[in-house]
């Protein structure tokens, strides 16, 4: 069955940086976009980044835009995340995603993704 596990979250002063992990097993990985959203504490899951299935695309949010980059290693069937100049308002747990029946190059709504990881926590402290 598809798995996705994420990794590399943590905490961090603000203005540092991070870079998860998301390692996908059970799909054919090179064939879907992926992406990573984020859910805070009291707050709706919501969409952070994500990329075409080559990797020739990505597309990003306007509050992570410029401090976040999304790629992936298709050899490897894995996504990143790296999470540069961090704010006290990234802090949340993080979920790598794959969308397998969307149309969409890069879908940014939460229910075009059909798997989800466990999801890794991040806490900015400022």
């Known amino acids: 069955q598809v798995q996705l596990v994420e990794s590399g979250g943590g905490l961090v002063q603000a203005g540092g940086s991070l870079r998860l992990s998301c390692a996908a097993t059970?799909?054919?990985?090179?064939?879907?976009?992926m992406g990573w959203f984020r859910q805070a504490p009291g707050k709706e899951r919501e969409f952070v980044a994500g990329?075409?299935?080559?990797?020739?695309?990505?597309y990003y949010a306007n509050s992570v835009k410029g401090r976040f980059t999304i790629s992936r290693d298709n050899a490897k069937n894995e996504v990143y995340l790296q999470m540069n100049s961090l704010k006290s308002e990234d802090t949340a747990v993080y979920y790598c995603?794959?969308?397998?029946?969307?149309?969409?190059?890069?879908?940014?709504?939460?229910?075009?993704?059909?798997?989800w990881g466990q999801g890794t926590q991040v806490t900015v402290s400022s």
């Open positions: 995603a794959a969308a397998i029946l969307s149309w969409s190059t890069i879908p940014t709504s939460r229910t075009s993704y059909n798997y």
């Open positions: 990329i075409k299935w080559s990797g020739g695309s990505t």
């Open positions: 059970g799909l054919t990985f090179s064939s879907y976009p």
